[in-house]
């Protein structure tokens, strides 16, 4: 049996102490960290506090063979990880002017002079590996300390993660060299939590690798398969073994075999078919938009948006009739597809899609419940409308509609 | 000088490593510490590791007045906690009839015999007090140990809240005398993380209570400020007079005093001032819209929103005469001054916002990198524009694009 190696992750500052605040790097650490063999033991998460930063870092390696540390990096009096890590392992810290120099410059190019306290950053523990940090001013560092690789990652996820994934996952892959655990995530749209359960429980029970576990997220439910093997090759093939029996079982439901958003997959399906799209949103806001214009490259199929948030801005832009309006009222399938309608004929684009809907908390009555939700998709041929009662609150209705309102086009594309 | 109690909470079990779970409990119990007046200062999560775990609670109980544990309680071999607290306070494990009647009983109730492993259940540690779980089989402990409050609690959170509350809570705030700590939230726009703490480090060094982090998060920076009193009022004015100081250093920059997010800022500012807006989108493709009708009541101001993601739709939809795109490009200006007046006389609001930029990846050259972005704001009586150059990835220049936007508009209404 081919043993793992153990690492620990030590999220360090004050606000991570707070009631409002949860470490989510360590999370997502732990998922790069299994991919090549390493497990993690143990994850402390410690304030600005030189001496139990100290004593942390001390304890973890002592205990374990890698040990990361995320945050603490900034310039400011609080940032303390790099002088508390220096002092646990007594080695000193060095002013490196290349650093400083990258820093001033990076200031330079945004039309600002660096203001000192920046130059903190640019302090190295001695012998420490530099890591580059192309997203923030925060250099990391990688440290080889009797065996044990400490790694000072910055805090912030959009910074910490390219560095993880550029100067450290292969290095460390190296060091593990055995067991290799890899995921796979399956993402459902469509399908309540116990729906998903009932029709993959009989076969994924009989599996002990892949380990299987259903996530209720927002709207969506993911389907998380873990497997272990020697090899990678292995391993994905216990994957594909699985994976396949829970697929043909769930059918169109699942929109996603590598973690891809609901909006990749439908800009993919846009993007393969040559078709442009356009939006008319009322409940949502801007929400559909927005979500599929987050996505690099969406400009060759999205056209052009319309939040219309009041009647009259639904009759102006987008050509609803004042009469339907009058008489079924805005959350209504026929002004759903009028929406629709009008959005793609404004645009010009093979798709309009329109949603309209009560979010609330407020706007809600017995007849028309907070919730309701009026999906229109139209093309060329024809327009059709779905209708959902959402529960949750605005946030999450508004999220659950983008989402069923998404999915709804990405069904047409298949 | 007020001394708070120091906590310590350790959450025990495997699962709480995988990458898709976190320790909620300690959110919620890090809240109710805080308030009766301690403060947490390190949390530790372990899985089902006897060595580990002894390693923890020692060091936990060396370091601090108090440590919680969660979880490792049930009747299984993983449930280690038990044994392992023994083993580090140097105390024995004995039967305990009284509860082992209570488990059996407990499983009659149900109709059932107890399985003979939950006898486990049954064993207490030398002199603890027993908490009782009306919500489950595994009961908890109260252990006094060298001036050290030890609270093993159990891991599900409808086992856990109420045992805490009505066993643990008031035990604690007896220990603790009666201190109160309240934390509170200074959000800034406009300044960078360097430059709030150049203007302010001056001031919040000096003090001791309350307690400063600058923390920074997306294109906002937050200043969080936690103070410690013997009462809520003296806590409270110890955070009005700190406040009030860091407030007048960062003048206008400070948008928000109790945490409020930018589009609430601005949605209690229109709707005081009777005002309605309408906003139109290239770069940010709805996420402005999004943000203010994220905002219940938002349909008050919002009257409507244009995401003109091509030239095309800037044209027929906004009324940007095309020789202003051909002269000076879509990101411009010019052409953004002319979208905030064609989407304000559209929708006939009071204000009209308009953003025109380049998120990226692609789309960037020498001329107009990407993270160029213009944003505009008319009113009746003249359009302004402001120029940035904002770094990040995609999804950051555009979230911090939109909080420009707001925030100009914000200091419009001041």
Not at 208 to 217: A, H, M, V
Not at 250 to 255: D, E, I, Q, R
Not at 340 to 362: C, H, N, Q, V, W
């Amino acid at each position: 049996m081919l043993e793992t190696l153990s690492a620990e992750i030590i999220a360090i500052g004050s606000e991570l102490l707070a009631p409002d605040r949860s470490d989510t790097n360590s999370l997502w650490l732990t998922e790069k960290l299994n991919g090549i063999g390493i497990e993690v033991k143990l994850k402390t998460i410690v304030g600005d506090d030189d001496a139990r930063l100290e004593e942390a870092i001390k304890d973890a390696t002592r205990r374990s063979k890698v040990v990361i540390t995320t945050g603490g990096l900034g310039p400011t009096e609080d940032d303390i990880t790099r002088k508390v890590t220096a002092r646990a392992l007594g080695r000193r810290l060095l002013l490196d002017e290349k650093i400083l120099a990258e820093l001033r410059e990076r200031f330079r190019s945004f039309g600002q002079v660096m203001p000192e306290r920046n130059s903190r950053q640019a302090m190295v523990i001695d012998k420490a590996e530099v890591l580059p940090n192309p997203n923030g001013s925060a250099p990391g560092m990688f440290i080889e300390h009797e065996g044990v690789a400490i790694v000072l990652l910055p805090g912030p996820p959009r910074e910490m993660r390219p560095m993880f994934e550029n100067h450290v996952q292969s290095r460390l892959a190296g060091k593990a060299g055995g067991l290799k655990v890899i995921r796979r995530i399956l993402r459902v749209a469509g399908l309540g939590e116990s729906a998903v359960d009932e029709k993959i429980a009989p076969i994924y029970t009989q599996y002990e690798n892949p380990q299987t576990t259903i996530l209720f997220n927002q709207s969506e439910i993911e389907v998380h398969l873990t497997a272990r093997g020697r090899t990678e090759v292995e391993a994905e093939a216990l994957l594909d073994h699985l994976s396949e029996k829970l697929e043909e079982r769930l059918g169109n439901a699942v929109f996603s075999f590598a973690g891809e958003k609901m909006e990749e997959v439908v800009g993919l399906k846009l993007t393969v078919g040559g078709y442009t799209l356009s939006i008319a949103e009322s409940c949502t806001g801007g929400l559909i938009a927005q979500r599929v214009t987050d996505v690099p490259g969406s400009s060759k199929y999205f056209i052009e948006g319309v939040v219309a948030y009041c009647n009259d801005a639904k009759t102006r832009t987008l050509g609803v009739e004042p009469v339907l309006l009058l008489e079924h009222g805005a959350v209504s399938a026929p002004v759903a597809e009028a929406m629709a309608e009008g959005i793609r004929k404004r645009a010009r684009t093979d798709f309009g899609l329109s949603i309209t809907g009560i979010a609330g908390p407020g706007g809600g009555t017995d007849e028309k419940p907070v919730g309701l939700v009026y999906i229109a998709l139209a093309d060329d041929a024809h327009t059709e409308h779905r209708r959902f009662i959402i529960p949750g609150d605005r946030q999450l209705v508004r999220w659950r509609a983008s989402q069923a309102a998404l999915d709804m086009l990405r069904r047409r594309l298949i």
